[in-house]
């Protein structure tokens, strides 16, 4: 098993930043990709970003040059530095994590908010 802690949110303007973190622990050993899906009102969930434990990224097209993710192998932590934040960007962003056995196994959810 594997317990995600996420922390970053909040509320900012149009146009500002943010950054998301996302902490492992558990069954670490066998972590594989990690990354978040994003849920607004209304809408189903979708995925934002994505990186392997090699450092190869994928995003979504609506966040592409304004997201970036990274992780840091020794702190079993990711990251996913919003910049150029749009009010359509507002959602409950969820941090999730791929094992060698399985997953995914999903964080707690935390709320972004950006005002026009």
């Known amino acids: 098993q594997v317990q995600l802690v996420e922390s970053g949110g909040g509320l900012v303007q149009a146009g500002g930043s943010l950054r998301l973190s996302c902490a492992a622990s558990g069954s670490i050993r066998s972590l594989n990709a990690m990354g978040w899906h994003r849920q607004a009102p209304g809408k189903q969930r979708e995925l934002v970003a994505s990186i392997t434990t090699d450092g190869a990224t994928n995003f979504d097209g609506s966040v592409q040059g304004r997201f970036t993710i990274s992780r840091d192998s020794a702190k079993n932590t990711a990251y996913l530095q919003m910049n150029s934040l749009k009010p359509e960007d507002t959602a409950v962003y969820y941090c999730?994590?791929?094992?060698?056995?399985?997953?995914?196994?999903w964080g707690q959810g935390t709320q972004v908010t950006v005002s026009s």
């Open positions: 999730f994590v791929y094992t060698l056995s399985g997953g995914p196994f």
